[in-house]
């Protein structure tokens, strides 16, 4: 038994002792505590460093809000989180902790010595200080800050553990599983309605858990919550979700709730998640979140050993932790009387009770007397001493004109403070809805809600177990109701019988700013080391809005997002303002309520389920020949097949050459497909598409260009007709989708006259194309006494027919300037056919190549590769596809843009070709081009490459280039300037090979 | 590299349902009133509505759009059949048999085990049997339909269709599936 614990009582487990370690030391603790409740049970007070200062620093709280006691929780070199709140961290045997923010060692710190330039660490001082000169920031200021006032280490390697991710619907879902929540959950529940309720801590119960006293219908609070939870788990309709944080609310009712799984465990068995990371949509939602105990400002009141007076109840009943035995009590409200007396029930002895109240002749104060401690009203701790844990206090009274008064010293082990409650409206102002001051409490309570929501209990304002017990009921009632469209829920009215109700929230009755005490070192923001002084000094320099203060003062910026700093600020604030607290406004909260681990969010899509890796169905084809592949979006597409040790410049070349020479076999599947039918089909496509489709023929097929309405070129294909009412439309593999997308807009909104369907059909095809001199000999044997002569099958012709017994869409196209031919077969039968040409066609020299090479021989054809060759700012003139447009069209999407002037000046960049020359040299692509030679910076740009290769047909390299008024330039000598040196480029016809198309027409 | 593949043994749970062949009939209501005639049901489905005759399933994926499944007979011999039935009606009938693959879901906790990448509500009384939905399974479109209590047809396309099954039997690690 260590020497902090009491014998009895509390919510622990004495059967089963827990060793765990922080900073390297053995420590004892029990099954139900947390890290926090363990180490004040073995006297431990000082767990960190603060941010700035590397003050020592505590346990202040006992739940998400605490503001000091950071630890690394490390389970090992990977498993290693920092920043968790020891209050929340749940011991498990084994545990192993360490303090954050100090070196060499926590009781020893040298980072202290800034405190001892404290003076010149004014708010705003990193603004004003680092700014000169300007180049240091970066090098020198910047690296030298992060280090010293860093908050934990990220662990260096990669994450092991699974983390699980779910969607969820309810009728009902109720944060907070405190008195409110829980007679909210019931009363939803037993109305039918689907609930969900979500509580942060591993036990249920909220403000109860530190509550042995009251009495619920007859039964202790205890059982009560046992009993109501019991109730809710044998519901099938109800999910109770422990250990799990309501991080986010986000529009229509969707709520981010985080929870942990496994780190409570010792040993959690592997392959579990660690954290679940739900999304639920609710039809109604409760916000039971109850409220937050401010501490007191006064000059050293973040020492170890001073902390919260709800808190110390909470590690008194909850966890039957006495965090100290001589305790100096100092309170604002009501509420501490109630914790003073439960500590001296306890053994401590309550060496001062202080009311910081004016009035000295409390009853309250009086009672307290009779138990023998001595108490006085309008009291003030005017400093505190100690190092790494408090020993003292200076108290004194405080007259009217500031002065001290009959200060005394008091020696102390524990300083509990108590500035009153305050509701956590985080979730309530994260769905937008309009916080209300209200002016009796001094706080903000949720106005009018945004969303289906209602708040219950403490959390807006309702003080005392029976009232928020009947607040949560109503709400239940209320939620329940109108999820299930029943009648009023306004009939329930549920009474519960409460007898020596818990220290619920109180509110001040004195103006929070007046319990401020400014001195040295009186913390606002004890995670951000904001002081009194700070504020002071912001409201000096001018600042006027709580936005602006908050951000030079970084006062409820750090991690707690101020959650027992902002309301004691913006009071303070308000008051060397003159102003009123509304006017000073007040800070919007944004999620996450506590921080939520990265891997959560990103859940299961890591490694192979990041994204979806598309597989064309002749990807085990390639695999066998030894393809190197590429990602092109989430498709897996053959870049080279390199033999024998090639390199990828030798495959491209050695590839590039067969297919000129004999011919090449090429998986096209990746290609979009668009099946558009319907009797206005034709309509549709001259709509869609620059082309005029009215004249072309069934059976044969033309080279579409599309534009966005802006007039820029969007996406380019071949497109066929397969029947009167029927278009086989093909796009590039990037733009399978958003040309679908956009198509789908039209064809809904602009034209919904039309008859015409969409539908996607790139996956029922497997594209497979020959390409070269000898494609019509390897092709023609196969395909079951098909005519595909140039007589019959002419360039851009397309027909149906087999393939051995395969229906095929032959289409005779070239994306080469070679003879060419692609077959589409049903997806399911590719690899079959893919095998079966290559196979008939390894005599005739036929070569697989891949995308490489594609890019290659279409480059040497000045074919354009939509998005490397175009760039969301290029007109079809430009990239010289004018041709391609219906010149007698009345319209189509984009034909008014491209009438605008500054579409048809002469100098936009157009597109043309470059010789190098030098032959050897392969430009860059994307470098930039000069008109005149030997230009310093800043040059004038003219233009870039777009695309650019070495060619093995043609011995020399070749590259495409946008460049101002380009088809004027031809034979113009241009300068590409690199870092080594100007490359002089000559501008050519951007056809490099074969101008005519002989080889085409073959 | 990815190409290795690596995807765990199949569970129980998961069987591959394909049917014969597929189609997407999209359409004014008398052409898909007529094309549902002529599949042998009485009439159209309704809003997310599926129903399965023996010989074909009707699925409705949009005001204007149909899912035909059939589960015997070829493409070759139905797209002439149903064409003829929709004769003098405007519409697209467009054969994707091959454009997506069937996956059939079974056991005690599937509908918990689809949430972990389906954000619609699953639940019985929100998506009763033989309703059917296009929607998402994390980053993949799929097309869901609710043949039992816990029993449920995916129609996905099909080089999505690795990612999807990684992605169940990965999830089902924290959700175990009784199979049924």
């Not at chain 1, 739940?63 to 630890?71: D, F």
């Not at chain 1, 699974?162 to 829980?182: K, M, S, T, W």
């Not at chain 1, 913390?523 to 504020?535: A, G, P």
């Not at chain 1, 040059?939 to 008024?965: F, R």
Request: one cysteine or more; proline letters at 5%; a neutral charge.
């Amino acid at each position: 038994m260590s020497a902090w614990r009491l014998p009895s009582g509390g919510h622990i487990d004495r059967s089963r002792p827990l060793r765990f370690t922080f900073d390297g030391r053995s420590y004892t603790g029990y099954a139900g505590d947390t890290l926090a409740s363990a180490l004040l049970a073995n006297g431990v007070h000082l767990l960190g460093r603060s941010f700035k200062y590397h003050r020592p620093r505590g346990i202040m709280t006992a739940g998400p809000e605490e503001p000091c006691a950071l630890v690394t929780v490390r389970r090992d070199e990977a498993r290693c989180t920092p920043n968790l709140r020891a209050t929340q961290v749940e011991l498990h045997e084994g545990l192993c902790a360490y303090s954050q923010n100090r070196w060499p060692s926590l009781a020893f710190d040298v980072g202290q010595i800034a405190e001892w330039f404290s003076a010149l660490l004014p708010a705003g001082f990193y603004y004003k200080t680092f700014m000169w000169p300007r180049s240091a920031w970066h090098k020198l200021y910047e690296p030298l800050i992060r280090r010293t006032a860093g908050l934990g280490k990220a662990p260096k390697l990669a994450d092991p553990d699974r983390y699980a991710q779910q969607y969820a619907h309810c009728d009902v879902l109720i944060v907070g599983a405190g008195p409110a929540g829980l007679a909210a959950a019931q009363e939803a529940a037993a109305r039918g309605a689907r609930v969900i309720l979500c509580d942060e801590r591993a036990h249920s119960g909220g403000s109860l858990l530190a509550d042995d006293r009251a009495r619920i219908d007859g039964q202790t609070s205890a059982e009560w919550v046992d009993g109501t939870m019991a109730q809710l788990r044998a519901n099938p309709r109800v999910r109770v979700l422990q250990r799990t944080t309501a991080f986010g609310y986000f529009p229509h009712n969707l709520m981010g709730l985080s929870e942990r799984l496994t780190d409570h465990l010792a040993a959690p068995p592997p392959g579990l998640a660690r954290e679940r990371l739900w999304q639920v949509r609710a039809r109604e939602v409760i916000l039971a979140t109850g409220a937050i105990e401010q501490p007191l400002v006064f000059p050293g009141n973040d020492r170890p050993g001073i902390m919260l007076g709800g808190a110390a109840l909470h590690y008194l009943k909850h966890h039957a932790v006495l965090p100290g035995r001589r305790v100096v009590v100092a309170t604002a409200c009501d509420s501490a009387y109630r914790v003073a007396r439960a500590l001296q029930a306890a053994g401590a002895q309550i060496v001062q009770f202080i009311d910081l109240r004016p009035q000295t002749d409390r009853p309250a104060l009086a009672a307290l007397r009779e138990l023998g401690i001595r108490c006085d009203g309008d009291l003030r701790i005017v400093g505190t001493r100690g190092s790494n844990r408090v020993t003292g206090v200076d108290i004194a009274r405080i007259d009217a004109t500031g002065a001290a008064r009959e200060q005394r010293s008091i020696d102390c082990d524990l300083v509990l403070m108590s500035g009153g409650y305050v509701p956590s409206v985080h979730l309530f102002s994260q769905s937008r809805g309009r916080l209300r001051y209200d002016e009796t409490l001094q706080v903000f309570v949720p106005g009018e809600s945004a969303e289906r929501e209602r708040s219950a209990g403490a959390c807006r304002g309702i003080a005392g177990l029976a009232d928020a017990l009947q607040d949560g009921a109503r709400a239940g009632a209320a939620a329940a109701s109108a999820a299930l469209g029943t009648a009023d829920a306004s009939a329930a009215n549920p009474a519960f019988t409460v007898d020596a109700a818990a220290p619920t929230p109180e509110p001040l009755d004195v103006p929070r700013a007046s319990v401020a005490m400014h001195g040295p070192k009186a913390f606002v923001d004890f995670q951000h080391d904001v002081t009194l002084r700070d504020l002071d000094l912001a409201v000096r320099e001018g600042f006027r809005s709580i936005e602006h203060i908050k951000r030079y003062t970084t006062t409820g910026m750090a991690t707690d997002q101020g959650k027992t700093s902002n309301l004691n600020a913006l009071h303070h604030a308000a008051r060397e303002l003159g102003q009123a607290v509304p006017a000073v406004g007040l800070t919007t909260f944004r999620m996450p309520y506590t921080p939520v681990t990265f891997a959560s969010f990103a859940g299961q899509a890591r490694g192979e389920l990041f994204d979806p890796v598309r597989r064309t169905p002749m990807h085990d084809w390639a695999v066998q020949h030894g393809a190197v592949f590429e990602d092109v979006g989430l498709w897996k597409r053959a870049r080279y097949f390199p033999r024998d040790n090639e390199d990828m410049h030798a495959a491209v070349a050695r590839e590039c050459r067969a297919v000129r020479e004999h011919c090449g076999i090429f998986d096209a599947s990746t290609l979009g497909k668009i099946a558009v039918v319907g009797p206005d089909a034709v309509e549709f496509m001259n709509r869609m598409y620059v082309n005029e489709w009215s004249k072309l023929a069934v059976g044969r097929s033309k080279y579409g260009v599309l534009l966005r309405d802006d007039g820029f070129v969007y996406d380019d294909g071949v497109v066929a007709r397969v029947a009167a009412d029927r278009f086989h439309v093909t796009t590039t593999t990037g733009g399978a989708a958003r040309v679908l997308a956009m198509m789908e807009d039209y064809r809904q909104t602009e034209w919904a006259d039309l008859k015409v369907w969409l539908t996607s059909t790139t996956e029922e095809w497997a594209v497979i194309a020959l390409q070269g001199p000898r494609a019509r000999d390897i092709l023609a044997p196969l395909v079951d006494g098909l005519d595909i002569s140039a007589a019959a099958l002419p360039h851009m012709g397309v027909v149906e027919g087999t393939l051995q017994g395969v229906p095929m869409l032959l289409f005779r196209v070239s994306f080469t300037g070679e003879l060419g031919f692609e077959v589409n077969v049903p997806a399911a039968e590719g690899a079959k056919v893919i095998a079966a040409l290559h196979a008939a066609g390894e005599r005739f020299g036929l070569t697989p190549y891949g995308t490489e090479t594609m890019h290659v021989l279409r480059a040497e054809k000045g074919f354009i590769i939509i998005g490397q060759d175009t760039d969301g700012t290029v007109t079809p003139d430009d990239v010289g596809l004018a041709w391609a447009i219906g010149k007698s069209k009345r319209d189509f999407v984009g034909k008014r843009a491209l009438a605008r002037p500054s579409m048809q000046q002469s100098d936009r960049k157009q597109l043309v070709g470059l010789r190098t020359r030098d032959p050897h040299i392969v430009l860059e692509e994307g470098a930039q081009i000069v008109d005149t030679p030997g230009q310093r910076a800043p040059m004038t740009l003219i233009g870039h490459v777009t695309s650019s290769y070495a060619s093995a047909t043609l011995g020399h390299s070749i590259a495409m280039a946008v460049i101002a008024g380009g088809r004027a330039r031809m034979g113009h000598t241009l300068y590409v300037p690199m870092p080594g040196g100007e490359i002089p480029v000559e501008v050519c016809s951007p056809v490099f090979y074969d101008p005519q198309g002989a080889r085409l027409n073959v | 590299m990815s190409e290795s593949n690596t995807a765990p043994r199949t569970p129980g749970w998961l069987s591959v349902a394909n049917p014969a062949s597929r189609f997407v009939l999209q359409g004014e209501l008398p052409a898909l009133a007529a094309a549902a005639s002529a599949l042998g049901f009485e009439s159209d489905v309704g809003t997310n509505e599926a129903r399965d005759n023996g010989q074909f399933a009707l699925l409705w994926l949009g005001p204007d759009e149909r899912l035909i499944l059939a589960w015997q007979e070829g493409a070759r011999q139905l797209a002439p059949r149903i064409a003829n039935a929709l004769a003098g009606h405007a519409h697209s009938l467009v054969d994707v048999t091959h454009r997506q693959v069937s996956r059939c879901v079974r056991g005690e906790g599937i509908t918990e085990l689809l949430n972990c990448g389906c954000p619609q509500d699953l639940d019985i009384t929100q998506f009763a049997v033989d309703r059917c939905s296009r929607t998402l399974y994390n980053k993949a479109e799929i097309v869901l339909w609710r043949r039992g209590p816990n029993e449920f047809h995916v129609e996905i396309w099909r080089s999505y269709a690795d990612y999807f099954e990684r992605w169940l039997i990965e999830a089902a690690q924290d959700l175990p599936v009784s199979t049924l």
